[in-house]
Nanobody, 119 residues
Framework: QVQLVESGGGLVQTGGSLRLSCAAS????????MGWFRQAPGKEREYVAS????????YYADSVKGRFTISRDNARNTGYLEMNSLKPEDTAVYYC????????????WGQGTRVTVSS
C-alpha cells in the first residue's frame, strides 16, 4: 500500500503561483510513476502531469505545458507540482496519484487539495 497526502493548495490571484506537494508513505519503493490530476466543479477529473519516480521523465497535459512543472524528491518521498501563471480555469481540487507499474493504472490516490484562482 502507498499512502499519499497533498498539501499546498489555497487561494491565489490570476497570474500567481502555487506549489503543491504530495508526501508518499508506505511501500514507496513500489512507486513507478506519480501523477497529478484535477477536478473542477461540475467537470470530470482530468490528467495534469506525471513523473517517473526513477529517472524523472515528465509528461504534461497541453493545458498546463509551459506553466506547470512536476518534479519529485526520492529522498523525501515527495512529489511536487509547481504552478505558475495561474488562470481561473485552473481552479479545481488537485489530487496526486501513484502507479506501481505499466498497465496497473493509478491505484493510489490522495485526498486532494483545493486550488482557487480568482480573476
Amino acid at each position: 500500500q502507498v499512502q499519499l497526502v497533498e498539501s499546498g493548495g489555497g487561494l491565489v490571484q490570476t497570474g500567481g503561483s502555487l506549489r503543491l506537494s504530495c508526501a508518499a508513505s508506505g511501500r514507496t519503493f513500489d512507486i513507478w510513476t506519480m501523477g497529478w490530476f484535477r477536478q473542477a466543479p461540475g467537470k470530470e477529473r482530468e490528467y495534469v502531469a506525471s513523473v517517473r519516480w526513477s529517472g524523472g521523465t515528465t509528461y504534461y497535459a497541453d493545458s498546463v505545458k509551459g506553466r506547470f512543472t512536476i518534479s519529485r524528491d526520492n529522498a523525501r518521498n515527495t512529489g511536487y507540482l509547481e504552478m505558475n501563471s495561474l488562470k481561473p480555469e485552473d481552479t479545481a481540487v488537485y489530487y496526486c496519484a501513484a502507479s506501481t507499474g505499466p498497465g496497473t493504472g493509478w491505484g493510489f490516490w490522495g485526498q486532494g487539495t483545493r486550488v482557487t484562482v480568482s480573476s
